[in-house]
């Protein structure tokens, strides 16, 4: 009963984790679009509409926000802090691993290195609070499907899929990193790497990424 408990919390936990990625997603689409005039790629791997930040700040808001007694006002201040807090480690890692950010608000007041600011802070608090409003019920009824073999079937294949995405996409940002800094190809992965995903094909991908010199 223990395993089979632990089983279907790891079902919800992924399928949480792809819904705030597609989510994500979709935002700062329309974010983009708002700012730019036009479309600009804000996807966080190679394959799909994920922007997995999103889906780190919605994992944080369904282990935390549930527990969070005091109502809308509380759970505002808390996400908007632990928001902040995912939202500057994620943009540490990324610039520590693969050399690039993928935003930079050193230009507004009150931010922190440039990788959180107060009104981004503010904006995750906002989301903390529409999620328990009208995300997490819709994320409860996954317990009704969740023993379905059928979709425990889909399940594992979009993980496995998601193993790969995910794999290849920090494979691929390490070895640019590694062509930024003149690191010569070691390896027949190197080559591979270097042939299909060059820097004009990530460019077009991360459209929003920043080189930092290293």
């Given at each position: 009963?223990?395993?089979?408990k632990?089983?279907n919390?790891?079902i919800?936990?992924?399928?949480?984790?792809?819904?705030?990625?597609?989510?994500?997603?979709v935002?700062e689409?329309?974010?983009?679009?708002?700012q730019?005039?036009?479309?600009?790629?804000?996807?966080?791997?190679l394959?799909?509409?994920?922007?997995q930040?999103?889906?780190?700040?919605?994992l944080v808001?369904y282990?935390?926000?549930?527990?969070?007694?005091?109502?809308?006002?509380?759970?505002?201040?808390?996400t908007?802090?632990?928001?902040g807090?995912?939202e500057y480690?994620?943009?540490?890692?990324?610039?520590?691993l693969?050399?690039?950010?993928?935003w930079d608000?050193?230009?507004?007041w009150?931010?922190i290195n440039?990788r959180?600011s107060l009104?981004?802070?503010?904006?995750?608090?906002?989301g903390?609070?529409l999620?328990?409003?009208?995300?997490m019920?819709?994320?409860?009824?996954i317990?009704?499907?969740?023993?379905?073999?059928y979709?425990?079937t889909?399940?594992?294949?979009?993980?496995?899929?998601?193993?790969?995405?995910?794999?290849?996409?920090?494979?691929?940002?390490?070895?640019?990193?590694?062509?930024?800094r003149?690191i010569?190809?070691?390896?027949n992965?190197?080559?591979?790497?270097?042939?299909?995903?060059?820097?004009?094909?990530m460019?077009v991908?991360?459209?929003n990424?920043?080189?930092?010199?290293?």
């Open positions: 009963m223990k395993k089979e632990w089983i919390q790891c919800k936990i992924f399928w949480v984790f792809i819904i705030g990625s597609v989510i994500g997603y935002v689409m329309i974010v983009g679009l708002v730019n005039g036009h479309f600009v790629s804000r996807q966080g791997l394959f799909g509409p994920f922007a930040v999103y889906g780190l700040g919605i808001y282990f935390v926000v549930p527990k969070i007694k005091g109502g809308y006002i509380k759970i505002f201040f808390v908007m802090v632990l928001g807090i995912v480690l994620c943009s540490y890692f990324q610039e520590l693969f050399g690039t950010i993928s608000y050193s230009n507004l009150f931010n440039g959180t009104l981004h802070c503010t904006y995750w608090g906002i903390g609070v999620f328990m409003k009208y995300v019920p819709l994320i409860n009824h317990d009704n499907i969740i023993k379905n073999q979709f425990r889909i399940t594992a294949l979009f993980a496995i899929f998601m193993l790969f995405n995910i794999s290849v996409s920090s494979l691929a940002a390490i070895r640019q990193d590694e062509r930024n003149e010569a190809a070691t390896s992965i190197d080559v591979f790497f270097d042939k299909y995903y060059s820097d004009e094909v460019d991908i991360y459209e990424k920043i080189e930092i010199k290293r």
